[in-house]
C-alpha cells in the first residue's frame, strides 16, 4: 500500500472512531475509570484485516499517552491501560495484551505476548483475600529495535537491542543487546549493535 492511500486511510479511520474517543473522555471525567476505553479496546480488537489494524491504529493514537506513526495491533490484540506510551513503526501479533508500558521504536511484539504492568499485580489483604495492589510498579520498559518471541510474559524492563525467545518469562531486567530465553528468562548471549541473524 502506498505512503498516500495510507494517509487517506488513516485520516478516513481518525474520523469514524473519533466518537468513541469522546465518549472515552467523557466517561473518565465522569467515573474516573478506564471501563469505556477497555470496552472500545475489547470491541476493536475484533475486527479483521487491514480495516481492523487502521481503526485500532487510530483509536490508540487518540487514546494512548502516546502514539507513533505505523502502529499496527494485530486481530486479537489490545492496550488495557491507556497510560501506554508507543514510539514509531512497532508490530503487536495476534492474541497479545499490552499494560502499563513505554515502548521504543521500532519493536517487534509477537502473538500470544503478555506485558504487564509491573510484577506485583495483587495482593493478600488482612483478611485474606486476593485483591488489587495498592504497589503501584514503574512503567515497563522495552528498548528500541527489541523483538519478543510468541507466548512470552514480560514483568520487567527489556533493554534496547534484545532478542526474548519463544516462550520466555521475562522477571528481572534484560541488558540491551541480549538474546534472552527461558522461564525465567536468562541472557544466552550478548549481540552486537549490528547483529541481525536474531536467535
Not at 1 to 29: D, E, T, W
Not at 30 to 56: V, Y
Amino acid at each position: 500500500m502506498n505512503n498516500l492511500m495510507k494517509h487517506i486511510l488513516n485520516s478516513i479511520y481518525k474520523i469514524v472512531v473519533f466518537p468513541l474517543y469522546l465518549l472515552v473522555c467523557f466517561n473518565h471525567r465522569i467515573s474516573g475509570t478506564e471501563n469505556t476505553f477497555s470496552a472500545f479496546a475489547q470491541m476493536l480488537s475484533r475486527i479483521s484485516g487491514k480495516h481492523g489494524e487502521f481503526a485500532r491504529r487510530a483509536y490508540y493514537n487518540y487514546t494512548l499517552r502516546y502514539s507513533g506513526k505505523d502502529l499496527l495491533v494485530s486481530f486479537g490484540s489490545l492496550f488495557t491501560h491507556r497510560d501506554a506510551s508507543v514510539g514509531d513503526r512497532i508490530y503487536i501479533g495476534q492474541y497479545s495484551i499490552i499494560g502499563s508500558v513505554s515502548i521504543d521504536s521500532n519493536v517487534m511484539i509477537s502473538d500470544h505476548v503478555s506485558i504487564l504492568s509491573g510484577k506485583y499485580q495483587h495482593m493478600y489483604n488482612e483478611e485474606g483475600i486476593l485483591v488489587e495492589s495498592e504497589k503501584k510498579d514503574p512503567f515497563i520498559s522495552i528498548g528500541k529495535s527489541s523483538w519478543i518471541g510468541a507466548n512470552s510474559v514480560i514483568m520487567n524492563n527489556i533493554g534496547e537491542g534484545s532478542i526474548i525467545g519463544a516462550g520466555s518469562v521475562v522477571v528481572k531486567p534484560i541488558e540491551s543487546f541480549s538474546v534472552a530465553a527461558g522461564s525465567p528468562a536468562k541472557v544466552i548471549r550478548k549481540r552486537g549493535k549490528e547483529d541481525d541473524n536474531g536467535l
